[in-house]
């Protein structure tokens, strides 16, 4: 039902466009997701939506907002599915504000998502806009959209990802000690690493480059023989020492993707372990892989992915190799900063998003001032009661919110509520 109205006599079309709207989401099946009631998905998606829900099934991404692959929809009067989003927002952008109307049209900038990873994703990356462009126009049925597409992860649990370059002295470290990449590579230029200077930004980038784009481009033959001697050879040193988090990693990979490339790939990537509450950000083409665990993802609304390793779909090693920046290092991981009391802010470096998580105990308050754009809310967790000028209700978990611009929100729980909201990024609202 949606969120009951409370239209002021001297001031109700102004009201009723700040209006909160209630949203019933999308949900992905992809393999990698956790199946049924294990899925923080399934759980979110079930009290969202009155659809019948097969427990059988993986759950392992809810969309919310206004992609065409994924959309969301207005909840009529009645709870069921009304206009999609998208369309609401196109008859009333100023729904927007007038800052961000003027930067995107008549769309969200930001596509917010539910991951519940079982199995690790693809190594991939996302292009820059200029190459999305490119690839929307020559593979519009792969390549779904022309937009860039950087994104944040805040780990719901425990959450792993494979993201960026080791370190050069890692680097050499791995040359040394996983032979298989040699053979793989050749001699003369796996050695090539160890005669350039981290100091050599632009000289470390092309060796990296040429190493990786061999290794990635190996003839299926070959690295079935190379990944299977790395099996053996790691499964017979854990007779005699420990081996490390990053070996136990590739022998779990192995199992999931015989014979893949992306297996042996692994060694050239951080491996990245998230407590709750932790998030890492990822610009255009830079490689990642999620592993395992749940999060919460933001993004800028595209869908374009370029995938080169541990999975089933297609690949385009060449692009995906081509296009990646070779930035070394290990990745920040944002903490989030306390904003207003018992919400934390997480500022990536994009303009087209940021997230709030809101932790509030049962029986307390907070208020999530105005803004001038929109934002979307998502209930993870709890009971609570929600008000702005223009409406009240009640929200528990699985509640999607649409937050118009410009809209006060009041927020009190009767029990321990969790609430995250996804909007435009502060720095962009708020220029020096």
């Known amino acids: 039902m949606e969120i009951a109205t409370v239209v002021k006599a001297n001031g109700g079309c102004e009201a009723d466009r700040r209006r909160l709207r209630r949203l019933r989401c999308s949900v992905k099946d992809y393999d990698w997701g956790k199946i049924g009631s294990d899925s923080l998905v399934y ?26 692959s994924g959309p969301s929809y207005l909840e009529d009067a009645d709870g069921s599915n009304g206009v999609t989003l ?3 927002i196109t008859e009333n952008p100023k729904s927007l504000g007038d800052r961000v109307l003027e930067k995107w049209g008549c769309d969200l900038p930001f596509l917010f998502k539910v991951l519940s990873v079982a199995r690790p ?8 806009k200029k190459l999305a462009k490119k690839m929307h126009k020559a593979h519009p ?13 805040l780990a719901y649990t425990q959450f792993e990802a494979l993201c960026g370059f080791i370190p050069l002295q890692e680097l050499k470290s791995v040359i040394q000690a996983i032979p298989e990449i040699e053979e793989l590579v050749g001699s003369e230029e796996a050695n090539q690493v160890f005669c350039i200077s981290e100091h050599d ?4 980038k092309s060796v990296v480059r040429t190493i990786f ?14 990944v299977s001697k790395l099996k053996r050879r790691l499964h017979m040193e854990s007779q005699e020492r420990q081996l490390t988090d990053k ?9 999931q993707y015989p014979n893949d490339i992306g297996v042996i790939s692994a060694f050239f990537f951080n491996y990245v372990k998230l407590n709750p509450g932790e998030a890492l950000y990822l610009g255009a083409n830079e490689p990642h892989a999620y592993l395992f665990g749940e999060c919460l993802e933001v993004m800028a609304t595209s869908d374009n992915v370029v995938r080169a390793g541990l999975t089933s779909k297609p690949l385009d090693i060449q692009t995906l190799c081509s296009m990646l920046s070779y930035k070394l290092g290990y990745p920040e991981i944002l903490k989030g900063s306390r904003v207003r009391p018992y919400i934390t802010r997480y500022l990536p470096p994009f303009e087209e998003f940021e997230v709030d998580l809101c932790d509030l105990p049962s029986g307390a308050s907070t208020v999530f001032p105005s803004v001038p754009g929109p934002s979307l809310l998502l209930v993870l967790q709890g009971e609570g009661r929600m008000s702005t000028e223009a409406s009240a209700d009640g929200i528990s978990m699985g509640d999607v919110l649409f937050v118009p611009a410009d809209t006060e929100i009041h927020l009190r729980s009767s029990s321990d509520l969790k609430l995250y909201r996804a909007g435009i990024n502060s720095r962009f609202l708020y220029p020096l």
């Open 86 to 88: 998208r369309s609401w």
């Open 213 to 226: 784009t061999l290794l990635m481009s190996a003839d299926p033959d070959t690295t079935k023989k190379i």
């Open 201 to 204: 930004e632009e000289k470390v």
């Open 43 to 68: 759980r979110v998606y079930a009290a969202n939506s009155d659809d019948q829900i097969d427990p059988t099934r993986p759950y392992a991404e809810l969309w919310m907002g206004t992609h065409e």
């Open 247 to 255: 070996e136990r990693l590739v022998l779990k990979l192995e199992k």
């Open 141 to 153: 049925n792969l390549y779904k959209d022309d937009n860039h597409k950087p994104e944040m992860a």
């Open 121 to 128: 994703l693809s190594i991939q990356a996302h292009p820059d």
